[in-house]
């Protein structure tokens, strides 16, 4: 019964999404507004729609209901509670119901917002929001339906929405349940993240495309969806720091990120979002580069489309393995027409997309964003590369050839070390006018201080030169940004007498989206230590030991005391050791690496017991043992220096975006944000260098 | 007379960027293609790694197959792992023609006509080997006909949905 209230749910949406689209595009044609106010109507509505779709299967899930396919795939008696809810996301069919959903969310409080300014761009928004999320509910209700029942007949059992004649409900006894290795918080929250980010990616390409179809081509929709694009961001930054967490806490292997093209496909969008995001910035400031950023978004949405349909169907995953779901070719489908459409629309309106100013110099600001983004582009062209090669290779000369890890890492690392070093000198940089002068002028006392910095480095014995340049070039990144900051406040300091953390405070309160920007680049670079510790540093060691022996490793010590086994009450067989940890041959603590082994899917799970401090990771896999005499136990160690800096490093980038999109009181008068201006350090630069 | 003076700056300007953006691109070219020889691995089926000569491939190679329950050897001591997989088609066409992943690594198991290979890897014994996975291994084949893995990959086409299904060992 339920199963049906969401699946009708579901098709009264798509039908209500079909009839937007129609009503918005005649209005437009009859110039009707109450048309118009119909499709926005129709948009809003998708949300609590969907809403009632998505709690019907949750509804489904919680109480067990092992009739509805879905449900018996992704959950069990046993799990708890809160793992029933969130088996919402963890099958196909249930996460593209997810990602429906959101979609709604988002595109309902779309609808919400004043569209006074902006009456002409409302219709177009609602075509293309509403045609995407059609497009996902097809996919969902034709091809991918979450609340197919189960049936079974003299043929077996099948799977269909409705009863198939001479076929009774099957109604399994309990369901698979949840992949051990998924249950783990940061698989939790990882997937919605991600999802989040790739659904408000939609709204800034809505908006964008308005603006074509409209032929209104000044930056108006660049700056109603800016905070959209950074939120959009975030969810996606946040997606992919969880995803990297979850790997370095459960897959045991001592790594957070192996370049796999699951991993590839949602670290594209975010590469072309992350160049959009600079480069909106010039067409903001000096009216150019327009072509430029809709190319940016047009490519974001095709590769956030691209990326939902690859982490879902898996069809590149591994060229050899998964099999291929049936809505491989329609994604294509989708993808091809949308992209196609756009750059047509694109090209419809080049001339009027001309830019109002020129580059000027080779070293101003809107220059070395320019820079930025092509840097941007290039790993986003490798990373692309990597992942199609084997089918091109395949293509033209019949012999499948793949590309590892290696080839990311020795391909992007140079961009990296550029844009590492970007982000230290282009926020010194003026635009318009900046020369080698000025900028001399402008970065030579932090250069000084990080040439300080490069001689500890090399005193304390670093030798590879990745390493060396790595952390020198982050080293000036921090320099110059908290020389920035302390500018700017020390600068207001002596202009309005404010106490020196007072006047930080307001400046940055002032500039958020710069100031925040410069936190941002400061969680980057933190993070870019914490790889480079982990890429250049890591060391590993294994063996097996006695109870009572040693293992070393570098500065650590490492003993193992005792081992137990015992049953658990959720079917799991847990084998935990305890092992001390020494460094310097000073104690300083017990580690309890351990093997959980869930009986129902006979499927083991490592977990890592790990000392964790800002200075290194000590991470013991527990391997194996000698059940019966728990006289010997096999031990694998890694030893991941600063690995820490990447996680501090994603908080700190997740607080400065939070700073930077953070809501202005945008409906105070003018004369505010006048005088903004007239504070902001980055205009009296302008003016004054 | 400021109109004049800027315009040849301007067409200067540009050819500088121009230059500039040039030698980027050359250089992100550059390094793709000299990854990518550096860094390819032949993707191989069993079949095809048991019709070659040893030492035919310089470089690394890739191999899947369908691991054997049995043959899996484990000695704790040294980390060492031995176990033998059985050839599986490689392209995601030919595994769904013969019924889906599933299906063609439980036939590749029971079919003792298939071609099979030795494979020795060093390091914890991963989670999900075991009978009928599927393996993908990078590393080399030595003159012994034993293919030595530096990369242990697993997929198990477990009752789970998709989701993880791979794990790096």
């Known amino acids: 019964m339920i199963a049906n209230f969401g699946f009708g749910a579901l098709f009264i949406t798509l039908l209500i999404s079909i009839y937007g689209v129609v009503a918005a595009v005649y209005g437009v044609r009859k110039n009707a507004h109450e048309w118009i106010e119909s499709a926005r109507t129709a948009m809003l509505l998708t949300f609590p729609l969907l809403t009632l779709s998505s709690v019907s299967l949750i509804y489904l899930l919680v109480t067990g209901q092992y009739q509805v396919e879905y449900v018996a795939l992704v959950s069990s008696k046993s799990m708890p509670i809160y793992l029933k809810v969130t088996a919402l996301w963890g099958g196909q069919a249930g996460s593209l119901l997810f990602w429906a959903w959101l979609m709604a969310a988002f595109a309902s409080a779309v609808t919400l917002r004043k569209w006074d300014r902006d009456r002409e761009l409302l219709p177009w928004v609602i075509v293309v929001s509403l045609i995407t999320l059609a497009f996902f509910l097809v996919m969902i209700i034709f ?324 390493a060396i340049l790595g952390l020198w070039l982050s080293a000036l990144v921090v320099l110059v940004t908290l020389y920035e900051f302390w500018r700017g406040a020390n600068a207001r300091h002596r202009k309005s007498g404010e106490s020196l953390p007072l006047a930080l405070w307001r400046l940055a309160g002032r500039n958020r989206r710069r100031y925040g920007g410069y936190i941002i680049h400061l969680g980057v670079v933190l993070m870019a230590i914490g790889i480079i510790g982990i890429e250049v540093f890591q060391s590993e060691t294994q063996g097996t030991i006695p109870q009572g022996g040693e293992m070393r490793l570098g500065q650590y010590r490492m003993t193992y005391n005792s081992l137990a086994m015992w049953d658990t009450n959720d079917g799991r067989n847990v084998a935990r050791a305890v092992v001390s940890v020494y460094k310097n041959d000073r104690y300083v603590g017990d580690l309890y690496p351990r093997r959980d082994y869930y009986y129902e899917s006979q499927q083991p799970m490592t977990i890592p017991g790990v000392r964790s401090t800002v200075e290194d990771d000590f991470y013991v896999l527990l391997v194996d043992w000698q059940p019966i005499s728990t006289q010997g136990a096999t031990f694998k160690v890694f030893h991941n220096p600063l690995i820490n800096w990447l996680w501090i490093g994603g908080w700190v980038f997740i607080l400065g975006t939070m700073v930077a999109a953070w809501p202005d009181r945008e409906k105070e008068p003018v004369r505010e944000r006048s005088r903004t201006r007239m504070t902001s350090p980055k205009s009296s630069r302008a003016t004054t260098v | 007379m400021e109109q004049t003076l800027k315009r040849p700056g301007a067409a200067g300007n540009r050819a500088k960027f121009f230059a500039g953006g040039l030698l980027i691109v050359a250089a992100v070219v550059y390094l793709i293609f000299s990854s990518t020889q550096l860094n390819a691995q032949y993707f191989l089926t069993v079949n095809e790694l048991a019709a070659k000569a040893e030492g035919a491939f310089d470089r690394n190679i890739r191999v899947s197959g369908a691991v054997l329950g049995d043959s899996i050897q484990y000695d704790s001591q040294s980390l060492t792992l031995r176990f033998t997989v059985a050839h599986v088609p490689g392209s995601n066409r030919e595994i769904n023609e013969q019924g889906g992943l599933a299906k063609v690594l439980h036939d590749a198991v029971n079919d003792p006509s298939r071609a099979q290979i030795p494979v020795v890897y060093n390091g914890p014994m991963p989670d999900l080997l075991r009978h009928e996975a599927q393996a993908i291994m990078t590393g080399q084949l030595g003159d012994d006909g034993i293919f030595y893995a530096e990369e242990l990959l697993l997929k198990c086409p477990t009752k789970y949905e998709e989701a993880v299904g791979d794990q790096a060992g």
């Open chain 1, 143 to 466: 091809f991918e339906n979450p609340f197919e029942l189960l049936w079974q007949s003299a043929a077996g059992i099948t799977s269909s929405m409705f009863r198939p004649s001479g076929s009774l409900p099957y109604i399994p006894r309990d369901g698979n349940g949840l992949n051990p290795l998924l249950r783990h918080p940061g698989m939790i929250i990882h997937p919605p993240m991600l999802y989040l980010g790739f659904v408000s990616f939609v709204v800034p390409f809505a908006f964008a495309i308005s603006a074509l179809i409209t032929g209104r081509t000044d930056d108006r929709w660049i700056r109603i969806t800016r905070r959209w694009t950074l939120v959009a961001w975030l969810f996606l930054s946040l997606g992919l720091v969880l995803g990297s967490r979850w790997a370095y806490d459960v897959l045991g292997w001592g790594g957070y990120w192996a370049w796999d093209p699951v991993e590839i496909a949602a670290f594209m969008p975010w590469l072309s979002g992350t160049a959009f995001l600079h480069s909106v910035m010039i067409q903001e400031k000096r009216g150019m580069l327009k072509h430029w950023n809709m190319v940016l978004i047009i490519l974001t949405y095709s590769l956030v489309i691209f990326g939902t349909f690859l982490t879902r169907s898996g069809v590149l995953s591994s060229v050899h393995a998964f099999a291929q779901s049936a809505i491989g070719p329609l994604f294509f489908v989708f993808i091809g027409v949308t992209f196609v459409t756009s750059l047509a629309l694109l090209l419809h309106r080049w001339n009027e997309l001309k830019g109002e100013g020129t580059m000027t110099s080779m070293l101003s600001r809107e220059a070395l964003f320019l820079l930025n983004n092509l840097l941007f582009m290039g790993i986003l062209v490798i990373c692309f590369w990597g992942v199609i090669f084997p089918l091109i290779s395949e293509l033209f000369t019949g012999q499948k050839v793949t590309v590892g890890p290696p080839f990311y890492q020795r391909a992007t690392g140079p961009l990296f070390a550029g844009l590492l070093l970007l982000m230290g000198v282009a926020p010194l940089a003026a635009w318009r006018h900046s020369t080698a002068k000025t900028l001399g002028k402008a970065i030579w006392k932090p250069f000084l201080v990080s040439l300080l910095v490069l001689g500890v480095i090399l005193f304390s014995g670093v030798r590879q030169p990745a």
